[in-house]
Structures are given as structure tokens and as C-alpha cells.
T-cell receptor, first 115, second 113 residues
């Protein structure tokens, strides 16, 4: 079955330090991977995606993600965290069936950046 | 501005009542989706539609129904058969290509009393 996992429920970092939010995936075929951010009681905002090509993907708000095929991972990174980065982060993978496609989401990781 | 509009943002209902959540988009997207969000469980797919007059069940479709009579609209009805309907509901849309990311509405929080 196709799935995505976020092994950490919460990540804590100090402002100015680098951050990493982990994601691993399991798919048959080529992976199409996405990261989203959610602030309290709001919808999800798209950060970045990997479809093909360069393994390092750059996205919104200074975030980037590294696709690693051998480790089946797609970790989200930022060189210097801001307090305003504190939010809930979701990794997602596109799944396919005869009827079409949809995104399957991980359970989310809460990022807390302290000042 | 282009986007997705969900209404109402907050909804309270008594047990046993059906409720309908509205989702409208003006992004000219063919595909639309409904997800349910519960604390600690991430987003789970309820229904999705790739084209007008066609839709497919997701992982947790039991107790829900949808329609797709217009490209812009994809309403979700939470029926009395849904055993635990209190949740945050998110609507999204996208292009139908594999590279298309989902655009989300601001969500509707349903509380069943």
C-alpha cells in the first residue's frame, strides 16, 4: 500500500538554528511528494513539491526539501528557523488508481521554534 | 482573487441531523477533494472528483455523500449515519496532472452536540 510517514510528532528548535522535519514514503512507481504547512484553525498552505529532476527542491518561506530515493525520504529543511515557522507540517504523496489521483497525507509534525 | 471558499466556518448540529458543507472554487480546476482532520490523525480522504458528474470514495466515505453538478462546486453532506462527525473538514482543488498541488480552503469545523 502506498503511504507516507512522519516519525516525529513534535520537533523543537531554537530560533536561528537549522531545522529538519522528517518524512518517509512507500509508493509503487515514481514518487510525487509534497509539503504543506497549517496554522491553527486554517487550511493547508503549499510549501514545495518533488516531481522529477534535482533532488534538492526549494520552496516558499526559505524552506527546502531533499529527495533521497535510496532512503525513500523527503525531509523538509530550513537553514535558520524563525519563531513564525511554528506550525503543523504535513508531508503528502500522490497516489493513483483507475478512478484518478489524490494526495495521501502523513499525520503531521508540530514544529515549535523558541526565541 | 482566485481561491476556494468553504462555508460555514463553524457549524453546530444535534445528533441525527444531516448537514451540508459548501465548497466553491474559481480556480478553473477539474479535480476537487474533501478531507477530514482529527487531532493526531492527519488528513484522511473522504471523497474526490476528477470531473463533473463523477466522484470516487476515499478511505473514510461511510456516512458521507457528495455531488458534483458544476465544475466550481463540490458540497459534502454529513449524514446521520456518520458515527463520529465532529471534526475539521477541508476542501481542496487541483489540476488533474500528476504535478498539480492541492489548493485548500480555510476549513469548516463541525461540532455535533
Amino acid at each position: 500500500a502506498q503511504s507516507v510517514a512522519q516519525p516525529e510528532d513534535q520537533v523543537n528548535v531554537a530560533e536561528g538554528n537549522p531545522l529538519t522535519v522528517k518524512c518517509t514514503y512507500s509508493v509503487s512507481g515514481n514518487p510525487y511528494l509534497f509539503w504543506y504547512v497549517q496554522y491553527p484553525n486554517r487550511g493547508l498552505q503549499f510549501l514545495l513539491k518533488y516531481i522529477t529532476g534535482d533532488n534538492l527542491v526549494k520552496g516558499s518561506y526559505g524552506f527546502e526539501a531533499e529527495f533521497n530515493k535510496s532512503q525513500t525520504s523527503f525531509h523538509l529543511k530550513k537553514p535558520s528557523a524563525l519563531v513564525s515557522d511554528s506550525a503543523l507540517y504535513f508531508c503528502a504523496v500522490r497516489v493513483f488508481n483507475q478512478a484518478g489521483t489524490a494526495l495521501i497525507f502523513g499525520k503531521g509534525t508540530t514544529l515549535s521554534v523558541s526565541s | 482573487d482566485g481561491g476556494i471558499t468553504q462555508s460555514p466556518k463553524y457549524l453546530f448540529r444535534k445528533e441525527g441531523q444531516n448537514v451540508t458543507l459548501s465548497c466553491e472554487q474559481n480556480l478553473n480546476h477539474d479535480a476537487m477533494y474533501w478531507y477530514r482532520q482529527d487531532p493526531g490523525q492527519g488528513l484522511r480522504l473522504i471523497y474526490y472528483s476528477q470531473i463533473v458528474n463523477d466522484f470516487q470514495k476515499g478511505d473514510i466515505a461511510e456516512g458521507y455523500s457528495v455531488s458534483r453538478e458544476k465544475k466550481e462546486s463540490f458540497p459534502l453532506t454529513v449524514t446521520s449515519a456518520q458515527k463520529n462527525p465532529t471534526a475539521f473538514y477541508l476542501c481542496a482543488s487541483s489540476t488533474t496532472g500528476v504535478a498539480g498541488e492541492l489548493f485548500f480552503g480555510e476549513g469548516s469545523r463541525l461540532t455535533v452536540l
